[in-house]
């Protein structure tokens, strides 16, 4: 069998081609760190590692909506802080007001600073978080959650309570509604401090022991009630925190097993490299000589 010059040529170039793509590819390997560049390198691997990918982008996007709602609870914590505070020096005010010394002057002077707790009430209901969206107000973001009128204040919100997906297998509420901040545990506080009000503002001691009485009750329930959310509140904190601890966890897993599926296995990458470029040095040293091969030249 004769095997011409031309074939000769095209089989060896075709021989240096493979060797060079293979050196190539091991040298992109070598660089990048990875085993697999492409799908077909091992497309098993390949799926895999994708899925795994997208496992982790989501186990991430959870851990941000975590953030965002400790962030949102923090917020409601912080304001409700506040109106504990704010209910504890109305009750020390309310009892002083009980004293028999006091005239109509002095009652009245009570009442105006208990107008400013009020006030200030209405401001705490009506706080808003850091996207400036009122914390109390159900799914109307927007509007403020409370309006003050000659009675107390009345309700603008809705019954919604937003929830933010915080992990794979669990919604965690993010807010309260006002009413059940506000208004809950068989009491309302601006209607005790609007009560209260009308009643040290007006001359005469005549039911004024039996208002007190009430508005101490009411305000007993209130901080009742206030404490109880906030231990809603402290404990889905908590639970907040354990479920980032458990998605650390499960991000560094899946960053083990993509180190697993994809990573380069350097020294043998490096002993293949070094085996290709001699066998690619060989080849083309064979290759040259080959092709200059003549008949003529043993003429």
Do not use: H
């Amino acid at each position: 069998m004769r095997i011409s010059t031309q074939t000769l040529f095209d089989s060896g170039a075709a021989r240096i081609g493979e060797l060079q793509s293979s050196l190539y590819k091991t040298q992109q390997q070598v660089a990048t760190g990875r085993r697999i560049l492409t799908p077909s390198d091992d497309p098993v691997a390949a799926a895999r590692a994708l899925e795994v990918t997208q496992s982790q982008a989501l186990n991430a996007q959870y851990g941000a909506n975590r953030g965002y709602a400790k962030d949102s609870l923090a917020m409601v914590d912080g304001t409700l802080a506040s109106v504990t505070e704010l209910l504890q020096n109305v009750k020390t005010t309310a009892i002083s007001a009980g004293n028999g010394t006091l005239d109509d002057s002095a009652r009245a002077a009570i009442a105006t600073a208990l107008q400013s707790d009020l006030d200030q009430l209405v401001g705490l209901a009506n706080t808003r978080d850091g996207q400036n969206n009122y914390l109390f107000s159900g799914f109307q973001t927007a509007t403020p959650p409370f309006v003050q009128t000659a009675t107390g204040a009345t309700y603008q919100g809705d019954p919604g309570q937003r929830l933010i997906q915080v992990d794979s297998s669990r919604q965690m509420a993010v807010s309260s509604t006002g009413p059940a901040v506000f208004q809950g545990g068989g009491q309302d506080m601006f209607k005790t401090l609007s009560d209260l009000i009308t009643q040290l503002n007006t001359p005469g001691t005549t039911g004024l022991s039996a208002a007190l009485a009430t508005a101490d009750n009411n305000l007993v329930l209130a901080l009742d009630n206030v404490s109880s959310v906030r231990a809603s509140v402290g404990s889905r904190m908590q639970e907040l925190d354990a479920l980032d601890s458990a998605g650390a966890d499960r991000n560094l897993q899946y960053s083990q097993t993509l180190s697993d599926l994809q990573d380069l296995d350097y020294a043998k990458a490096l002993t293949d490299l070094s085996k290709q470029q001699t066998t690619l040095e060989a080849a083309q040293k064979s290759f040259v000589q080959v092709s200059g091969l003549s008949l003529f030249k043993l003429l």
